[in-house]
């Protein structure tokens, strides 16, 4: 074919050679029958390169039609006149640039320091592949490029693969500024070096360093002062250099990644599928390469939906493969920086893809690698040196969704199965031991670990014992699931039934109702009737804070049977007390006063005195409910009494938290009966006892009642602020609760 011939006569003249109607290339490019049509009449530009790779591929060209129909699309585009400053090229900003305000606020603050010669005059961009660096760097250098007048220049270091010397980036800027070559030839490499700072130093310029390797390679490059303004862009955070400012990039935030996607795919088609495109912008990590290279897919394959991107990208073992237009692929950029890892580095990395949680800490390195937590940190640093870990709060790690989905691929490929079984089994094993430990803080009889655990992370407290239930809750909830799914039913009880007060501090967690439903399937495999019983007690227990009360009381039932078949007491009473618990939640106050009382008979001299405790709470407020305030009053200071008597078995967490729920408890019957002074004393009394032990759902509950008592009482400015506060504790509050005190807030006079 001649080279001459437009690129739609080329087109169509393949199309008919293969015996393809328009619509037979469309469902077989993803190009829509209209663009064919238009390109082959010469009524649209000539399409871009991933266009015409599709049509081939549609087509099923051999690779010298391919070449023949490439080489017409070339010929067909215009040229465009490039200026180049010596050899360093000038900044070219991206058209469809979105987001990334905060990050070029900073940037642009950098310059006017530099243009009035104070701070320092070097930033460093760095963050993972893909995240933008380049890019951001480059728009910033275009909008800043008239306050630099002596020029803007980008050198590309290629860092990542085939670095460049950093003689030859010298020798190119000093060129670029306009020095000669018979100066450069009378200057030796230092010489050249402090020419160059000279001239930075002497002038107003912005130097982009794109791609840096490593310190060395850009330490030669840069200005020691002066009003020069140089921005280096590093998948490394090149923690060497000195009196550099540092810019940590990561992935856009969702509405940024969809606004991209939005401005590349044209709003027309992004508003008919508003939600498949938000998918998108999540399947791809919200990383601007994959947005990019989703949303360049789409416009290759204009006939296809958003939709049907979205079903590609859903299937995690396809994910990045599908993340991929022309020659422009997301996991190449990870592979570059995988390559120049070390082999510690570089397994670790594979590991790290089994950690279920969205961040971790070195510990969760040591376990997998069984190493020490100092070995293992050392090793993760190298990873956020190299970009393909990213450092969340303090001492803790993130691994990139894409990321994850590429080191898993690469411990599919290169890790034994074995060993990549044994590091399962080891952060399993560590989770679930250090998840019983921690529980264990706040159970009677146990307390602090045993003098001969030694763990990986301190649990010195029972505040540092919290924290990491609460901190790792995502890691130790998948380690069970797994455990339960692999058979460990010891395990699954035992981890289980650590939780047993611990789960009080956290009500509204939400997964409680998995955990013991997972451990009562386990104590039946282990055909434990005692466990049964107990598990689902728990069950019925967290089924009842989940506005579930009618299964909360199927739970209950099915506990009280297996506790008769295991001839316990308190299992029995604790069946009984649970399902109680659940009638008070549906307002059946007299089966709650039944079955609470009936508990309390059958604990008579068992000893059980936490199920006890429980059980008198319930029946006292089973009597409130029942109008029998003055009763209810009495059952609550029996408790009262029964805590402070010198002899109360019952001492540490539970006796606190026991204190603290009849404190409210008291208040509430002071309320019942009217006597709002001293049920503000209660009410006061249970704060601070919440305040203490740390337990934002209950702080929140008595919070409201005690705005109740003080607007009864006149008292207006203290109820608001405690109104107030309730509604700060968000989430960790009961959503009911949270909305009373926003409708009786909203009934005060305005202030």
């Given at each position: 074919?001649?080279?001459?011939?437009?690129?739609?006569?080329?087109?169509?003249?393949?199309?008919?050679?293969?015996?393809?109607?328009?619509?037979?290339?469309?469902?077989a490019?993803?190009?829509?029958?209209?663009?064919i049509?238009?390109?082959?009449?010469?009524?649209?530009?000539?399409?871009q390169?991933?266009?015409?790779?599709?049509?081939?591929?549609?087509?099923?060209?051999?690779?010298?039609?391919?070449?023949?129909?490439?080489?017409?699309a070339?010929?067909?585009?215009?040229?465009?006149?490039?200026?180049?400053?010596?050899?360093?090229?000038?900044p070219?900003?991206?058209?469809?640039?979105?987001?990334?305000?905060?990050?070029?606020?900073?940037?642009?603050e950098?310059?006017?320091?530099?243009?009035?010669?104070?701070?320092?005059?070097?930033?460093?961009?760095?963050?993972?592949?893909?995240?933008?660096?380049?890019?951001?760097?480059?728009?910033?250098?275009?909008?800043?490029?008239?306050?630099?007048?002596?020029?803007?220049?980008?050198?590309?270091?290629?860092?990542?693969?085939?670095?460049?010397?950093?003689?030859?980036?010298?020798?190119?800027?000093?060129?670029?500024?306009?020095?000669?070559?018979?100066?450069?030839?009378?200057?030796?490499?230092?010489?050249?070096?402090?020419?160059?700072?000279?001239?930075?130093?002497?002038?107003?310029?912005?130097?982009?360093?794109?791609?840096?390797?490593?310190?060395?390679?850009?330490?030669?490059?840069?200005?020691?002062?002066?009003?020069?303004?140089?921005?280096?862009?590093?998948?490394?955070?090149?923690?060497?250099?000195?009196?550099?400012e540092?810019?940590?990039?990561?992935?856009?935030?969702?509405?940024?990644?969809?606004?991209?996607?939005?401005?590349?795919?044209?709003?027309?088609?992004?508003?008919?599928?508003?939600?498949?495109?938000?998918?998108?912008?999540?399947?791809?990590?919200?990383?601007?390469?994959?947005?990019?290279?989703?949303?360049?897919?789409?416009?290759?394959?204009?006939?296809?939906?958003?939709?049907?991107?979205?079903?590609?990208?859903?299937?995690?073992?396809?994910?990045?493969?599908?993340?991929?237009?022309?020659?422009?692929?997301?996991?190449?950029?990870?592979?570059?920086?995988?390559?120049?890892?070390?082999?510690?580095?570089?397994?670790?990395?594979?590991?790290?893809?089994?950690?279920?949680?969205?961040?971790?800490?070195?510990?969760?390195?040591?376990?997998?690698?069984?190493?020490?937590?100092?070995?293992?940190?050392?090793?993760?640093?190298?990873?956020?040196?190299?970009g393909?870990?990213?450092?969340?709060?303090?001492?803790?790690?993130?691994?990139?969704?894409?990321?994850?989905?590429?080191?898993?691929?690469?411990?599919?490929r290169?890790?034994?199965?074995?060993?990549?079984?044994?590091?399962?089994?080891?952060?399993?094993?560590?989770?679930?031991?250090?998840?019983?430990?921690?529980?264990?803080?706040?159970k009677?009889?146990?307390?602090?670990?045993?003098?001969?655990?030694?763990?990986?992370?301190?649990?010195?407290?029972?505040?540092?014992?919290?924290?990491?239930?609460?901190?790792?809750?995502?890691?130790?909830?998948?380690?069970?699931?797994?455990?339960?799914?692999?058979g460990?039913?010891?395990?699954?009880?035992?981890?289980?039934?650590?939780?047993?007060?611990?789960?009080?501090?956290?009500?509204f967690?939400?997964?409680?109702?998995?955990?013991?439903?997972?451990?009562?399937?386990?104590?039946?495999?282990?055909?434990?009737?005692?466990?049964?019983?107990?598990?689902l007690?728990?069950?019925?227990?967290?089924?009842?804070?989940?506005?579930?009360?009618?299964?909360?009381?199927?739970?209950?039932?099915?506990?009280?049977?297996?506790?008769?078949?295991?001839?316990?007491?308190?299992?029995q009473a604790?069946?009984l007390?649970?399902?109680?618990?659940?009638?008070?939640?549906?307002?059946?106050?007299?089966?709650?006063?039944?079955?609470?009382?009936?508990?309390?008979?059958?604990?008579?001299?068992?000893?059980?005195?936490?199920?006890?405790?429980?059980?008198?709470?319930?029946?006292?407020?089973?009597?409130?409910?029942?109008?029998?305030?003055?009763?209810?009053?009495?059952?609550?200071?029996?408790?009262?009494?029964?805590?402070?008597?010198?002899?109360?078995?019952?001492?540490?967490?539970?006796?606190?938290?026991?204190?603290?729920?009849?404190?409210?408890?008291?208040?509430?019957?002071?309320?019942?009966?009217?006597?709002?002074?001293?049920a503000?004393?209660?009410?006061?009394?249970?704060?601070?006892?919440?305040?203490?032990?740390?337990?934002?759902?209950?702080?929140?509950?008595?919070?409201?009642?005690?705005?109740?008592?003080?607007?009864?009482?006149?008292?207006?400015?203290?109820?608001?602020?405690?109104?107030r506060?309730?509604?700060?504790?968000?989430?960790?509050?009961?959503?009911?609760?949270?909305?009373?005190?926003?409708?009786?807030?909203?009934?005060?006079?305005?202030?």
């Amino acid at each position: 074919m001649s080279g001459e011939k437009s690129f739609g006569v080329v087109l169509r003249g393949l199309r008919h050679r293969g015996r393809l109607t328009m619509e037979e290339l469309a469902e077989a490019s993803g190009v829509s029958v209209r663009a064919i049509g238009d390109m082959e009449r010469g009524r649209s530009r000539v399409p871009q390169r991933r266009t015409v790779v599709a049509l081939a591929d549609g087509l099923g060209l051999a690779e010298a039609d391919r070449e023949a129909l490439l080489a017409a699309a070339r010929a067909g585009r215009p040229t465009r006149a490039v200026r180049v400053a010596g050899t360093a090229v000038p900044p070219r900003s991206v058209g469809d640039f979105t987001g990334r305000g905060p990050e070029l606020a900073l940037l642009r603050e950098a310059a006017e320091r530099a243009r009035a010669g104070v701070g320092v005059s070097v930033s460093v961009v760095s963050g993972p592949p893909g995240c933008g660096k380049t890019t951001l760097a480059l728009k910033a250098a275009a909008d800043l490029a008239e306050e630099f007048p002596d020029g803007c220049f980008v050198v590309d270091l290629h860092g990542v693969e085939g670095p460049v010397d950093p003689g030859e980036a010298l020798l190119k800027l000093l060129k670029a500024l306009g020095v000669s070559d018979r100066r450069l030839a009378q200057e030796d490499a230092q010489g050249r070096a402090g020419l160059l700072r000279a001239l930075l130093g002497e002038r107003r310029c912005l130097v982009v360093l794109d791609n840096a390797r490593d310190e060395g390679q850009v330490r030669p490059l840069l200005p020691a002062g002066g009003r020069s303004l140089v921005l280096v862009t590093s998948r490394r955070p090149l923690s060497g250099l000195e009196d550099v400012e540092r810019l940590a990039l990561s992935e856009m935030a969702q509405a940024e990644a969809v606004e991209l996607l939005r401005r590349i795919l044209g709003a027309e088609r992004a508003n008919a599928e508003a939600e498949a495109v938000a998918q998108v912008a999540e399947l791809c990590g919200r990383l601007p390469l994959a947005l990019r290279v989703a949303a360049n897919w789409l416009t290759v394959r204009s006939g296809w939906s958003v939709a049907h991107l979205v079903r590609r990208l859903a299937d995690e073992e396809r994910r990045l493969g599908a993340l991929a237009a022309g020659d422009v692929r997301v996991e190449a950029a990870f592979e570059l920086s995988y390559r120049q890892l070390t082999g510690q580095a570089a397994r670790m990395l594979r590991l790290l893809s089994l950690v279920p949680g969205p961040d971790m800490t070195a510990a969760y390195g040591a376990a997998l690698t069984a190493t020490g937590v100092f070995e293992a940190e050392d090793v993760m640093e190298e990873l956020v040196e190299a970009g393909l870990l990213q450092t969340a709060f303090t001492s803790r790690y993130q691994l990139h969704d894409l990321l994850r989905l590429f080191a898993r691929a690469r411990l599919s490929r290169e890790e034994d199965p074995g060993e990549r079984e044994a590091a399962e089994d080891r952060l399993r094993t560590w989770l679930l031991d250090t998840a019983l430990v921690a529980g264990r803080w706040y159970k009677p009889k146990y307390g602090a670990p045993p003098s001969s655990w030694q763990g990986l992370v301190p649990l010195e407290s029972a505040e540092e014992a919290r924290t990491w239930l609460q901190g790792e809750a995502p890691a130790w909830l998948a380690a069970l699931r797994s455990a339960a799914h692999r058979g460990e039913h010891t395990r699954v009880v035992e981890t289980a039934y650590a939780m047993e007060w611990f789960c009080d501090l956290w009500v509204f967690w939400g997964h409680w109702p998995e955990v013991f439903r997972l451990a009562s399937e386990a104590a039946a495999a282990l055909d434990d009737p005692y466990m049964q019983a107990f598990h689902l007690n728990m069950c019925s227990w967290a089924l009842s804070y989940d506005s579930r009360p009618r299964e909360a009381i199927e739970r209950a039932d099915e506990a009280l049977e297996y506790a008769r078949r295991a001839h316990d007491a308190s299992q029995q009473a604790s069946a009984l007390a649970h399902a109680a618990i659940a009638h008070r939640h549906l307002d059946e106050a007299q089966a709650a006063a039944d079955k609470s009382l009936a508990a309390i008979d059958l604990l008579d001299g068992v000893g059980d005195h936490g199920t006890w405790l429980n059980a008198m709470l319930t029946y006292g407020v089973s009597l409130r409910m029942l109008g029998r305030a003055e009763e209810a009053l009495y059952q609550h200071e029996r408790i009262i009494a029964f805590l402070d008597a010198p002899e109360s078995p019952v001492r540490g967490h539970v006796a606190d938290i026991t204190r603290a729920t009849v404190a409210h408890s008291l208040g509430r019957d002071y309320a019942a009966l009217r006597r709002w002074r001293e049920a503000a004393g209660h009410y006061r009394n249970a704060v601070a006892q919440t305040n203490r032990i740390g337990i934002p759902h209950m702080k929140g509950s008595v919070l409201l009642h005690l705005g109740e008592a003080l607007i009864e009482l006149g008292e207006t400015e203290e109820a608001r602020s405690c109104l107030r506060q309730a509604l700060a504790l968000g989430d960790a509050a009961d959503s009911k609760d949270l909305e009373t005190a926003q409708q009786l807030l909203d009934s005060l006079p305005a202030e």
